[in-house]
């Protein structure tokens, strides 16, 4: 290219139904030749053969570009290398990557596509999980659980006699491993430990990506394994992963997979340790993950609404509340809102009865309870206190008679 390039610019993509971007890596013999893409507009399930792309971003912008039609789009450090892990020597690699695919500077475009992520996953050949970058213990990690699904589904290895049990054949190959590798069960668990440290499994979105992806395979760079082998030779050897990584891993493709939908309230508060660089993500990240439907409409990717609006939003659906008498209590930023959600009921009703506003009372304590518990002692205690309107709001709300209310506080 010559020393001016131009910025890339998008074409405008159709917002009206379910159209998306997929990216064509070009084929590069070097590993260090300049990273080549075609974008296509395509529809979901329209057949379009594509692999999506599951990763972390990183903070490095901009550090390297594609080249799509002869102009330059930044790209991070993390995903270049990436690009270059994926990329094929002899043929295009058809890619569905938010970064290249999604017009981030987009504000609308960016809700659009996000609304859909979890069909765009859901329909892709399989997902390529990019957990980290290699390092010696990983590599030997992967060339090991290789060896052990090649000796366990095809057999490729002597008995040391004639038992045929699952556990004897196990101790076989485990013998035959260990001979071929100086130190294998430390050097295992060492390269699964680098696994699991990586950001990669405390990124909200991979919750979704990982739920939704039919097949996939499992990167550490270059190497890849199918998510089936992955998740064979950590029961092999007997690995306990973190907690966290643990909830990850049970939504993998596999055997044994896991991925019952649950209330948004309890997914928010299972993966309270999930990241994102963008802490609205926290909360959109879970909706095609949730088994209340109507929340993908309350609470609908729009990355031109605050985190003090989505805050009330989610007030709102959570508790059945309007918010105009308490929005002047109410949290401002998901990273102070997001810790207390699991005592959100009795914070909101602290807030309703302050501001005497009997609707709103009304409506938490007539609530079914499903995202939280009403804790009586937040309501004595607005009895109790002489300069509280508590006990006028609640007879007046209709919820406890003249005579509860006087029980309720004593003598």
């Known amino acids: 290219m010559d020393g001016n390039p131009t910025p890339y610019k998008y ?3 159709d917002h009206g139904g379910n159209f998306f971007r997929v990216a064509r890596l070009k084929a590069a013999k070097e590993r260090g030749a300049e990273i080549d893409c075609d974008l296509v507009d395509a529809q979901i399930g329209d057949g379009t053969d594509y692999e999506a792309v ?6 490095d912008k901009d550090a390297d570009f594609v080249v799509i039609n002869e102009e330059r789009l930044g790209i991070g450090l993390n995903l270049s290398l990436i690009l270059r892990d994926l990329r094929l020597v002899n043929e295009d690699r058809v890619l569905w990557i938010d970064a290249i695919c999604i017009d981030q500077g987009n504000i609308p475009e960016r ?13 892709a050949r399989q997902v390529l999980f990019c957990v980290g970058r290699p390092t010696e213990m990983t ?17 490729d290895h002597e008995p040391t006699d004639s038992r045929s049990t699952a556990e004897a054949r196990s101790t076989d190959v485990l013998r035959i491993l260990q001979k ?8 295992v668990q060492q390269g699964f430990d680098i696994i699991f440290q990586q950001s990669w499994f405390y990124r ?8 939704n992806a039919g097949q996939g395979r499992i990167h ?29 891993l049970d939504m993998l493709p596999g ?20 990241q994102a660089s963008d802490a609205r993500d926290k909360v959109w990240a879970l909706l095609d993950l949730c088994s209340d439907l109507e929340a993908k409409t309350a609470l609908k990717p729009d990355y031109g609404k605050s985190e003090a609006l989505l805050v009330l939003d989610m007030i709102t659906y959570f508790c059945g509340c309007e918010t105009t008498l308490i929005a002047p209590r109410a949290w401002t930023e998901l990273s102070q809102f997001l810790p207390c959600i699991e005592n959100l009921y009795n914070t909101v009703l602290e807030w309703v009865i302050a501001a005497d506003d009997t609707v709103n009372l009304e409506v938490l304590l007539a609530s079914d309870g499903d995202k939280g518990t009403i804790d009586l002692r937040v309501l004595y205690s607005a009895i109790e206190n002489p300069k509280s309107s508590g006990r006028l709001i609640m007879s007046s709300a209709g919820c406890w008679s003249s005579e509860q209310t006087q029980n309720a506080a004593g003598p």
Not at 113 to 122: K, L, N, P, T, Y
Not at 140 to 154: G, P, Y
Not at 229 to 235: D, H, K, N, P
């Open 11 to 13: 074409s405008q993509l």
């Open 54 to 59: 599951s990763y972390t971003w990183g903070t």
């Open 111 to 123: 809700s659009h596509q996000v609304q859909r992520m979890g069909d765009i996953f859901r329909f």
């Open 139 to 155: 590599d030997l990690l992967f060339a090991v659980l290789r060896e052990l699904h090649t000796c366990l589904v095809d057999g």
């Open 180 to 187: 071929r590798h100086y130190a294998l069960m430390p050097r």
């Open 204 to 211: 909200v979105w991979i919750v979704q990506e990982v739920a």
């Open 220 to 248: 550490c760079g270059s190497p890849s394994l199918a998510t089936d082998v992955f998740l064979a030779g950590l029961r092999f050897f007997n690995v306990t992963p973190p907690p966290h990584c643990q909830q990850i």
């Open 255 to 274: 055997q044994n997979r896991t991925a019952d939908r649950q209330p948004l309230f309890s997914l928010l508060q299972r993966l309270a340790a999930s």
